[in-house]
């Protein structure tokens, strides 16, 4: 189990962060990623693992005035 956002989801292996964000539909043009604190670079989202019991973080940046 992971926590994204503060909800769980279940974990599998081999996840992804990119993987993950599209299980969660999140398909925003920015949004930025981080596991444990740690920020992920989008190039990285393919290569980048979630392991079992991490703390996740996608946040989409808006824009606006």
Known sequence: M???NGKPMIWSE???VASMLKEKNYIYAKIVVKINGVFIPVEKYESTFIHDGDDVKAI?????G
């Open 2 to 4: 992971i926590q994204v």
């Open 60 to 64: 989409h940046m808006l824009a606006g």
């Open 14 to 16: 081999g996840m992804t």
